[in-house]
């Protein structure tokens, strides 16, 4: 079994370990609304990144499913009306 030649300094065994703590999580002030978000991401309240738009939010695809959802409604209910007010051939 290899066994090492002389015995390892404590400057060079602990320049291995060097990078091993625990870094605290940055974090940066939104462009936009001022909140803080982590770096190098869009905010989630708002969707800018770097003051652009880049993602829809929550509330934003809510409302957009909402009239998305009356505009189908309203295709759909001149056709079921006009199909009611018909008779029935024989």
Known sequence: MPVPKRKTSKSRRDKRQACKF???KAFTACSNCEEPISTHTACLLCGFYKGR????TRQERLARRRTE?????QK???QSNSS????PRS
Do not use: H
Not at 53 to 56: A, R, S, T, W
Not at 69 to 73: G, Y
């Open 76 to 78: 759909l209910a001149p």
């Open 84 to 87: 009611e007010g018909a008779e």
């Open 53 to 56: 738009k880049v993602i829809f």
């Open 69 to 73: 959802r009356v505009l189908a409604q």
């Open 22 to 24: 625990i870094r605290p």
